[in-house]
């Protein structure tokens, strides 16, 4: 029985000399007998099979140890990505002490979904440091949809199929292990999208193993998400903020922004 205590290899914000993040075409052998691989295969790769070939070897190329990967083309897309159409965070930066009140792994932040409280004291004691209710309020701020990413074969129903079939997300900024940068930008560009990734700090995936782990909901480990890369993440969408009162409305398994409602105006959190 694999566990994940065991095969973590450090949890160090950088890879240690020597670690090499995933090679895309070893992630994707591997990945390709389960069920995440086959449905890529069938619902992306053979609808464009030469897009996705060029998303592999660009991806492969990318530097998983670069403080930010920008996937796209042209001086556009930091400013495109000051409004993207999605942000997303690993569900593994949900506090285990005292526990986030909307369990893990999955979908769901009560603080983000209810905006509880327009102050500390309304919003719950779990959520009040929260890496995920803190990217997820600058998301809202500027009016980008908010995913909480669990597996990959989640992310391939909720966002790059619906980016490939209805154009829902063009654009993206997402708050990820290093170990996935090269097989999730596979997904994206294959996708037709446009996003930055950014890394987490402590408590990351290393290896296939404990990324298969995690991919399965089992990570006992809180990761962490770097000060400067918060301040990175507040920086690319404080350029699209806005005024407008916002709450969000859940869709499936991703928050929507859409205009506050009375209940909201009273107060849409606080970070
Ligand atoms: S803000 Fe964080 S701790 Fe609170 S419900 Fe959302 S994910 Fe859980």
């Keep these: ?161 619906p980016a490939l079939e209805a154009r829902q997300f063009e654009t993206g900024v997402f708050v990820l292990c290093r170990y996935s940068f090269k097989p999730f930008a596979v997904g994206l560009l294959a996708s037709g999208m446009r996003a930055r990734m950014l890394p987490l700090e402590l408590g990351d995936c290393r290896d296939y193993g404990t990324w298969l782990l995690a991919d399965l909901g089992i990570e006992d480990e809180q990761t962490t998400v770097e000060h400067a890369v918060m301040a990175g993440v507040a920086s690319v969408l404080c350029g699209g903020a806005s005024a407008q009162a916002r709450r969000f409305q859940r869709r499936g398994n991703v928050l929507h922004p859409v205009a506050a409602g009375p209940a909201a105006r009273r107060g849409p959190g606080v970070l």
């Design 1 to 161: 029985m694999l566990r994940r205590d065991s095969m973590k290899a450090t949890t160090t914000s950088e890879p240690e000399p020597g670690e090499r993040p995933a090679s895309v075409w070893g992630f994707a052998l591997r990945s390709v007998v389960r069920e995440y691989g086959w449905l890529f295969i069938r619902r992306v790769a053979a609808r464009h099979p030469w897009r996705t070939l060029k998303a592999l070897r660009e991806a492969d190329a990318i530097d998983a140890t670069a403080r930010q990967v920008d996937l796209g083309t042209g001086k556009t897309v930091t400013a495109e990505l000051s409004q993207p159409s999605i942000v997303g965070a690993g569900y593994c930066l949900k506090p285990l002490s005292p526990a986030c009140p909307s369990g893990r792994p999955n979908h769901d932040c009560y603080c983000l979904e209810a905006l509880a409280g327009s102050d500390a004291a309304g919003v719950p004691l779990p959520c009040r440091a929260c890496a995920i209710r803190e990217i997820g309020m600058h998301a809202l701020h500027a009016g980008s949809a908010f995913y909480v990413m669990t597996s990959a074969r989640d992310i391939l129903d909720d966002v790059y199929v």
